[in-house]
């Protein structure tokens, strides 16, 4: 399976290329412009098909897929040019930064017929994965930053999408209802809180921009049982006395932090031509952008502020 991965930055070497360069069912293509991270990408990772840019790429072999990892500004234009070739394609949250251009990409894919994937890591790290469909009344997940104030739609669709969307895959049914709420200081968001609702349930999310570490915990709670997930590498169970289990000294970050399982299950998905995931990429697009606009409107004095109360 030949494979073209774009966007050779940080979490390309520490998530992806790890995982794909393990894999040798694969025949790796690496592009990018910049010559010296071309070089020793392809050194580091083995790979010795390199090319100067995605066009190049393109021009030179057919691909069964590809990976873009390039930074959020990049990504519609990239999807747009593989979509186009009917490249099954994958690109890091989020797909763009505002609805519009997602609903665009999403329509161009299912247009083409040609599966488009969102990379939501914790849908697959497995202490997340296996708290769906536990059926719990509360769920409730922060992810706070020390110090990392920044214009509200970058927060947002850069970082606390991951909230977004983990919410939207536990909830054990569909949202009916929404409450937002946005702390914003002299244009910089320094703090967010989401809550959805549906029957029987209640899901929180919040996250905090000046915070005194850089953390992530889910609790999900319900059936007389509570299960917590602390910073993707700890899972306590409380069920009248607390068990905590770490991952194991061997198990590899890619794993844990589901990066493992994302490709396979996209892989996978290329190879049987799936359809793309349509509904879960704009729910959780749509949220994104509801947040921003509740953000942007405190941000701006003679603009009324508003909570979104429906969940249409």
Known sequence: MRVLVTGLGDIAHK???????????????????????????????RVPHLHASVERALAAATFDAAFIHAATGAHPALVRLLLERRIPTFVDKPLADN?????????????????????????????????????????????HRHR?????????????IHVVDTLLFLAPAPVQRRTIETHVEHGLLKAVTLMLAGDGYTAIGTMHRDSGLDEERLDVIGN?????????????????????????????????RGFEAMCADFLTAARAGRTT????????????????????????????SYTNISAN
């Open 15 to 45: 998530g992806y290329l790890p995982v794909l360069a393990a894999n040798p069912e694969l025949e790796l293509h690496l592009a990018t412009r910049d010559q010296q991270v071309l070089r020793e990408a392809g050194r580091s990772f």
């Open 99 to 143: 609805l519009a251009e997602t609903q665009q990409l999403v329509a161009l894919a299912e247009h083409q017929e040609t599966l488009l994937t969102v990379g939501f890591n914790r849908r697959f790290a497995p202490d997340y994965a296996a708290l769906r469909g536990t059926g719990p009344s509360l769920i409730v997940m922060e992810k």
């Open 224 to 256: 007389g049982v509570r299960q917590s997930v602390r910073n993707m590498a700890e899972l306590v169970r409380s069920a009248g006395t607390e068990c905590h289990h770490r991952r194991g000294d061997w198990t590899s970050v890619g794993r844990q």
């Open 277 to 304: 995931p349509a509904a879960d990429i704009l729910a959780t697009h749509a949220l994104c952008e509801a947040i921003t606009a509740h953000a942007d409107a405190e941000a701006t004095p003679d603009r009324p």
């Open 148 to 160: 990392q104030a920044d214009t509200p739609r970058k927060v947002v669709f850069d970082d606390f």
